[in-house]
């Protein structure tokens, strides 16, 4: 088993996951440093749990775009060919599994 130490919004974390996937995580870790930047550019101060809340909301928001379009899109039978080629239902999937995962942390995190 892969391990990447990886930082989120200052902080260290040591991440397990499958061996030859340690870059596909830090690829990810991107996008919630992404998210970080996002939400400090808001300004404001947030605990750690509080700021890993918001980002996986953005996270589940972006999802639930997907979701609408992937619906919408499989409702028309089709769509114009560059909505077709710019949307992945794998991708939108990915991203609502993602999303839950965060999402879950999120709520473990805000238990007292």
Same mark, same amino acid.
């Given at each position: 088993?892969? !391990?990447?130490?990886?930082?989120?919004?200052?902080?260290?974390?040591?991440?397990?996951?499958?061996?030859?996937?340690?870059?596909?995580? !830090?690829?990810?870790?991107?996008?919630?440093?992404?998210?970080?930047?996002?939400?400090?550019?808001?300004? =404001? !101060?947030?605990?750690?749990? *509080?700021?890993?809340?918001?980002?996986?909301?953005?996270?589940?928001?972006?999802?639930?775009?997907?979701?609408?379009?992937?619906?919408?899109?499989?409702?028309? =039978?089709?769509?114009?060919?560059?909505?077709?080629?710019?949307?992945?239902?794998?991708?939108?999937?990915?991203?609502? *599994?993602?999303?839950? *995962?965060?999402?879950?942390?999120?709520?473990?995190?805000?238990?007292?």
């Amino acid at each position: 088993m892969g !391990q990447v130490n990886i930082r989120v919004n200052g902080y260290s974390h040591t991440i397990g996951c499958k061996d030859g996937e340690e870059q596909h995580v !830090q690829d990810l870790v991107g996008q919630i440093e992404e998210k970080v930047r996002v939400i400090r550019s808001m300004g =404001g !101060q947030f605990s750690e749990s *509080r700021m890993l809340l918001h980002v996986a909301l953005l996270f589940a928001d972006e999802a639930n775009d997907l979701r609408i379009d992937l619906a919408r899109l499989r409702s028309q =039978g089709g769509a114009a060919p560059v909505v077709a080629a710019t949307t992945d239902p794998r991708l939108a999937e990915r991203l609502s *599994r993602i999303a839950e *995962r965060i999402e879950g942390i999120a709520n473990a995190i805000e238990k007292p």
